[in-house]
């Protein structure tokens, strides 16, 4: 697959391969090309349909939070919405989302520019966050929802079972990872600042930082303890930075 030209649908011969990953054999392949080919590839072969690959991403976002949604509300009837929507967010952030895009190994299968694939694109969790979304479009509208909910169920099990677990307990340390995956696609930093006292006694001092930026402190007699006081720190410092 040359990004100098233009694939047809009937001589992709990876396609039977990746469509055996999604459970779904396609009726307008075109459909799954588009989601797999990257704007940097459309770029260099002057396709018209740039932004395909992006609506569809649009559009598999929104199928995959209502399936999530379906899903949890028909195993969880004791959960309250505070919960649903915290461990909904947990199944579809952009870290949890890449996971399941490498267990497909989705990467393989993608249209890249030359300079995007030289930069390892296959391999960048934002890049397969998205076309992950873009293929759960692409399946939708091919074949409705239950392709999506045949997908979910067989790649998402792992994730479910982590989100499932974690519940609505108090976490901040997740909180924070998920809020900047989500809204900066980068995660949390921590750096041990100060380490003080005898080894029965010890005291750590612990910053968070967003890419360079401080966004907390704290402080603890274990390293967890002073991260995700830090953490919690952090996110209040995000909230009163939004009000």
Known sequence: MNPGRTMPSESWPEREELEARLGHVFQQPERLEAALTHRSYSAEAGRPDASENQRLEFLGDAILGAIVAEWLVAHQ???????????RSRLTNSAA?????RQVELGRFLRLGRGEDRSGGRHKGALLADALEAV?????????????RRFFARWFDG???AALAAGGDDNPKGDLQERLQREQH????????????????????????GGDTLLGEGEGPSKREAETKAARQALKRLDAGRS
Not at 97 to 101: E, G, H, K, Q
Not at 136 to 148: I, K, N, Q, S, Y
Not at 186 to 208: C, D, M, N, T, W
């Open 159 to 161: 994730e479910l079972a």
């Open 186 to 209: 980068a995660s949390p930093r921590y750096e041990i600042l100060q380490a003080s006292g005898p080894a029965h006694a010890r005291q750590f001092k612990i910053a968070v930082y």
């Open 77 to 87: 009837a004791h959960w309250r919405e505070g919960t649903l929507t915290k461990v």
């Open 136 to 148: 759960l479009g692409a399946l939708w509208l091919d074949g409705g929802l239950e392709p999506v």
């Open 97 to 101: 989302l890449a996971r399941v895009a």
